[in-house]
């Protein structure tokens, strides 16, 4: 009974009839039957249908907007402009630069506070959310008394958790380690595998918390993210790193015609193969004539081929002296060498 196996094929040639036959070949001879990678984890959906292209261009427009109303004195219409960007932005937290938004954000709220009666704790504590997501700011130029400046924002180490080996995360902006130094409070996070976003949002982090978990899609067994990192070196396969997949081969084209293959099994890879059905179907002459002479010569001839396959294989070029072994097919046979 033939075993389900994954194709990963390393090579930037498509999978060719040619190579087909080859791996169809290898697959017969390990038993294996080889199926498609499976879907990767599905990318982040956004809150709306759709993305709107302009959604950064409306946030902007409204700032803007609330500027020139300040300025005006025109309180009620400044806030409410705030309040537009502040909802398209929430709407759309896949924008990279959205923990920069949203601190002019709030930055234009404290600002709008602090010109009403008693509005001193509100305009520090929608400025305490400012530094929260992006520290502090340089005091800008002034006529104006300036304001009593904030106490210094306390951070705490914050372990971030839910994230698969290799996802990169950006933190308030900021390419960040799963690791991070940050104050209590409202931040923004974006996750991204292999260059696709896959969560983006904001989260709240309590005072003293030690950890908080990002709902970040797992790793699909068996898909590109999972196993499409394997890859040949100095005649081996190297599994991918962390691979989940039960059964899945490696293969590339060879230069010279021909494939080269590994069966692997989560985190390791077996022996490289180098299959050449077209070489191996090459006509034998039928003429009845003394054999020794021909299989000396066939032999030789033999040992010419597979020291050719292994040096394009690269396995002469290794500084590692230990032993390496490397399985030529030709069709019918196989060779071991041992080096």
């Not at 902006?173 to 904001?202: F, I, K, M």
């Not at 081969?249 to 080269?260: F, S």
Request: charged share 20%; proline share 6%.
């Amino acid at each position: 009974m033939s075993q389900t196996a994954v194709l990963v094929w390393l090579s930037a040639t498509s999978v060719l009839p040619t190579f087909r036959a080859d791996l169809d070949a290898f697959a017969h001879s390990r038993l294996l039957r080889l199926e498609a990678p499976r879907e990767n984890a599905a990318p982040y959906e956004l809150a709306t249908s759709a993305y709107a292209p302009d959604a950064v261009a409306q946030i902007e427009s409204s700032l803007e907007e609330a500027r020139n109303a300040a300025a005006a004195l025109e309180q009620s219409r400044a806030q409410s402009a705030l309040e537009r960007a502040e909802q398209v932005l929430r709407e759309h937290p896949e924008l990279p630069q959205s923990a920069w938004l949203m601190a002019e954000i709030f930055e234009q709220s404290a600002e709008l506070e602090s010109t009403a009666p008693e509005g001193t704790d509100s305009a520090n504590a929608q400025r305490l959310r400012r530094a929260v997501l992006e520290g502090p700011r340089a005091a800008p130029f002034s006529d104006r008394v300036p304001e009593r400046a904030l106490n210094p924002v306390p951070t705490q180490r914050l372990s971030v958790e839910g994230l698969e080996p290799g996802d990169t995360l950006e933190w308030d902006g900021v390419a960040s380690e799963p690791t991070v130094v940050t104050a209590p409070g409202e931040h923004h996070a974006r996750v991204a595998r292999d260059g696709r976003l896959l969560w983006a949002g904001w989260l709240q982090v309590a005072r003293d918390a030690q950890g908080v978990r990002l709902p970040v899609p797992e790793t699909v067994a068996c898909s590109t993210d999972d196993i499409g990192h394997g890859h040949f070196a100095a005649g081996r396969a190297i599994a991918a790193s962390h691979a989940r997949c039960e059964s899945y081969v490696l293969a590339r084209a060879r230069p010279g015609g021909g494939i080269e293959a590994a069966w692997c099994e989560r985190d390791r890879c077996g022996k490289v193969v180098i299959w050449d059905r077209a070489r191996a179907a090459a006509p034998v002459a039928t003429q009845h004539k003394t054999i020794w002479p021909y299989a000396v010569a066939a032999s030789v001839g033999a040992l010419a081929i597979t020291s050719i396959a292994l040096w394009q294989a690269g396995v002469f070029d290794r500084a590692d002296p230990g032993t390496h072994e490397v399985w030529v097919f030709n069709g019918q046979k196989q060779m071991g060498l041992g080096f």
